[in-house]
């Protein structure tokens, strides 16, 4: 790290170009100082804003698929350039948004956007607005929540997160150091938002003085103007077909098969929804993630179902929960799910049980605890 000065002004130089070995100690001389803010009302503020989109983004996402995205990365990257557009205003209440505020942002838009999942409102909350009378115990009534149930019900669970948070983070990050992907990548992220360029020697002149530094500070400008401009054109093309969806309602689900005459294929819901939204959740989960479901996809509802349906196991109403296909393929899926989680349960305490076993038998038992 080199030091020099513009202008009377003390500033530190980072070089780009760091090791992997170098990452830890680059986090911990990133460019903040002890005068730097932490807990901030604008980061909460921008946080909530933030986290309130995606949490209706997850809702919508969760009770159709079951699955939401944490959104630390998109959290900590729409925080940086509202505050980054922002402070070209000259609005003094929005200049010197540091990393660690960042930080806050992305933590407190974390904390709502998953609270749909953290509070079973994709998962067993509509599940017990499903039941009917004669399915609960001793034939009760619905059950179905008002709004402030509900609002209780999200604070009673965010007070209970917040204080066993606090044993999990001794466990797991600082006896453990576990290294969580997605927090480490969104680490990474933020100490690329926050530092500050090193420009090579021959961008200053005999003094010192930054000669070509503006120049530089000029071409990350253009470039991050470039991506949002990327961004506003992806959102403009987003909203446009979900505003298309309502006035021309095939959108939704295109019936590719029955066009081509085949509507078998179709009665097992094999349509095509062209929605940027999944497409984008699919950038974001990868190949590994979307081919596995896709491979799911094609031995339920492509093999199994049609297969089940034929030997008469089902009824021929492929939608009936009870009856049909579908809850067929249901029971099917969640023990899949459950014995792979059973069996690498398993394994992590037969492998913890070695590690301490060794560890005792060595007389290291304190750095297995």
Same mark, same amino acid.
């Given at each position: 790290m080199e030091t020099r000065h513009r202008n009377g002004e003390h500033i530190e130089l980072k070089d780009l170009s760091t090791s992997d070995t170098d990452q830890d100690e680059e986090f911990d001389e990133m460019q903040y100082n002890e005068h730097d803010r932490h807990f901030s009302i604008r980061s909460v503020a921008v946080g909530l804003l933030i986290g309130c989109l995606m949490?209706?983004?997850?809702?919508?996402?969760?009770?159709q698929t079951g699955w939401i995205t944490m959104g630390s990365l998109q959290s900590s990257l729409l925080g940086f350039g509202v505050f980054k557009i922002l402070a070209k205003g000259k609005?003094?209440?929005?200049q010197g948004f540091?990393?660690? %505020?960042?930080?806050?942002?992305? =933590?407190?838009? @974390?904390a709502a956007a998953t609270m749909p999942l953290a509070g079973g409102f994709v998962g067993i909350i509509p599940a017990l607005g499903m039941l009917r009378p004669d399915e609960m115990l001793n034939n009760s009534i619905e059950v179905i929540y008002n709004w402030w149930g509900l609002l209780l019900w999200g604070f009673a669970l965010a007070f209970f997160g917040v204080f066993f948070a606090v044993p999990l983070r !001794?466990? *797991? +990050?600082? #006896? &453990?150091?576990? !290294?969580f992907p997605s927090g480490t990548a969104t680490a990474h992220m933020i100490r690329v938002f926050h530092r500050t360029v090193q420009p090579p020697a021959d961008q200053t002149d005999a003094d010192g003085n930054f000669s070509l530094l503006q120049e530089t500070e000029k071409h990350r400008d253009t470039e991050w103007n470039k991506r949002w401009k990327v961004l506003a054109m992806s959102l403009a093309s987003s909203s446009a077909y979900a505003i298309s969806t309502y006035f021309i309602p095939v959108l939704q689900s295109i019936p +590719?098969?029955? /066009?081509?005459? $085949? =509507?078998?294929?179709?009665? /097992?819901n094999w349509t095509i929804t062209p929605s940027p939204s999944y497409i984008g959740q699919g950038m974001i989960m990868g190949t590994n993630t979307g081919l596995s479901m896709l491979a799911g996809a094609i031995t339920g509802w492509g093999i199994l179902g049609p297969m089940a349906t034929k030997l008469k196991w *089902? =009824? &021929?109403?492929?939608?009936?929960? %009870?009856?049909?296909? #579908?809850?067929? +393929?249901?029971?099917i899926s969640l023990s899949?799910?459950?014995? &792979?989680?059973? *069996?690498?349960? $398993?394994?992590? +305490?037969? #492998?913890?049980?070695?590690?301490?076993?060794?560890? !005792? #038998? &060595?007389?290291?038992?304190?750095? @297995?605890?």
């Open positions: 949490c209706f983004s997850n809702m919508y996402f969760g009770l609005w003094a209440v929005f540091g990393p660690l %505020e960042n930080v806050v942002l992305q =933590s407190t838009a @974390v !001794r466990q *797991v +990050i600082l #006896k &453990e150091k576990l !290294r +590719i098969f029955t /066009w081509i005459g $085949l =509507s078998s294929v179709t009665a /097992w *089902v =009824s &021929e109403d492929v939608n009936n929960w %009870e009856t049909g296909g #579908k809850g067929w +393929i249901l029971w899949i799910m459950m014995s &792979e989680a059973i *069996v690498s349960l $398993l394994l992590l +305490i037969g #492998k913890m049980s070695y590690k301490y076993y060794k560890a !005792r #038998k &060595e007389g290291g038992f304190q750095d @297995v605890v």
